[in-house]
């Protein structure tokens, strides 16, 4: 039997044994940690014959932490192969030993030297920073995920950002919140608008993932797809359910920032995570509102734009306002975008907006909205859903109304108007 060899790829490890007549693969990935100090894996046992196909003794966690966990595993072993030479107590435990070690590895202490990069790397200026995590935050409806698929097409394909060059880079959009097929019906309609300029040019649509469970249960796969796909940009669709649990919670926020960095390690990707917004419960002083969930998104962040719809005349226009409300740079400019759908495209525009009461009651309507689109709701509670007064609840109420978007048919009771407005 010769020493045993480990083989690490992003997110998984394969420790190999070479027997006279057979090979054993321990294979583990689909790793997690937890606060009290156990790794769970899930671990593969594969037996490859001399002579023969490969045949999976086990597949199943394994607590790799815990020596009573490792003893039922070996000993569970012993009957599906009997090997001279083969002692399945030394195999799992040292391929254990092997990946808690791997796993422990940490960064060695460097002492920093002076360089000639002093300026701030962007994928789009300056809306995404290179290599760094940035939170866009906004009401639902409010457009951000037809605005994170705009991004993704400028970057995948090296198109500019209006007067701004952006630098290409593969994508890698993850979805937590629709479908792949509402997905690719998005990226067609934007990559359709962006033809009426790149008139002739072929357009290239990002990675795509769906992921069903929260992000550490995933971490694995994304990991292999960042490194296999060498992406430069990670795009996170949406916090809450990339957490796993609640948002509000600080180690689930605090994990997830840790979890993206792991992934991307091996290409340095940029992330840009899309979230909700608070209500009035938890704002800045000056009452602008924050990513909802654990101050950790705010903190962890390396940047933060707060998006918010605007009030135009015309239903098929989509005006958002972005501002920036964390910059570790010089803080940005707000930019204006006008999001026009046609019948089988969408364009976007620059446009003309304001940070101000008219953008702020704006963030309440598609507040309301959301509120109205679970059914009828009187004022009282959506005060208390929105988080604001009763005053600026009545005021965006009878401005929906007035847009067709809400009416009152029983007094007290408001409730959505079906108008055909298209879907962000």
């Known amino acids: 039997m010769s020493a045993p060899k480990l083989v690490s790829t992003p997110g998984s490890y394969t420790v190999t044994w070479s027997f006279t007549d057979v090979e054993i693969g321990f294979e583990a990935d689909r790793l997690r940690s937890h606060s009290d100090g156990r790794l769970q894996a899930r671990v593969r046992i594969i037996a490859t014959p001399g002579a023969g196909e490969a045949k999976v003794l086990h597949h199943g966690q394994l607590n790799l932490s815990a020596g009573r966990s490792r003893k039922s595993l070996s000993k569970d072993l012993e009957p599906r192969l009997r090997q001279e030479g083969l002692d399945w107590d030394r195999v799992i435990e040292e391929s254990c030993r092997l990946v808690l070690e791997a796993e422990d590895q940490v960064s060695p202490v460097e002492r920093l030297t002076p360089t000639s990069q002093l300026d701030v790397n962007y994928l789009i200026r300056p809306l995404l920073l290179d290599g760094q995590p940035v939170v866009w935050f906004a009401p639902g409806g409010s457009g951000k995920s037809f605005l994170a698929l705009y991004s993704a097409l400028l970057v995948q394909n090296g198109l500019p950002f209006f007067d701004e060059p952006v630098r290409q880079a593969n994508v890698l959009f993850l979805d937590w919140e629709a479908t792949q097929e509402e997905a690719a019906r998005r990226c067609t309609l934007l990559a359709n608008g962006l033809a009426q300029t790149y008139i002739g040019r072929s357009l290239e649509f990002p990675f795509y993932r769906r992921c069903l469970a929260g992000i550490e249960n995933e971490a694995s796969e994304i990991a292999k797809e960042i490194a296999l796909n060498d992406i430069g940009l990670v795009i996170v669709d949406s916090a809450g359910a990339a957490c796993g649990g609640d948002i509000m919670s600080g180690e689930l926020a605090i994990n997830l920032f840790n979890t993206l960095r792991k992934v991307t390690a091996s290409t340095n990707a940029a992330v840009e995570i899309l979230t909700h917004t608070t209500k ?117 109420l009878s401005k929906l109304k007035a847009r067709g978007l809400a009416t009152n048919p029983v007094r007290g009771s408001w409730e959505l108007v079906d108008c055909g407005e298209p879907q962000v």
């Open 280 to 396: 009035a419960d938890r704002r800045e002083e000056n009452h602008r509102r924050l990513p909802i969930g654990s101050v950790y998104f705010e903190n962890l962040a390396r940047a933060t734009w707060e998006l918010r719809p605007q009030e135009t005349n015309d239903g098929r226009v989509l005006r958002v306002g972005m501002f920036s409300r964390k910059s570790n740079n010089r803080r940005p400019e707000p930019i204006g975008l006008e999001l026009s759908f046609q019948r089988d495209a969408v364009c976007v525009d620059q446009a003309a907006i304001s940070d101000d009461a008219n953008s702020e009651q704006g963030a309440t309507q598609e507040l309301i909205l959301g509120e109205l689109a679970r059914g009828p709701v009187s004022v009282s509670d959506l005060t208390e859903a929105v988080g604001t007064t009763s005053g600026a609840v009545r005021v965006a």
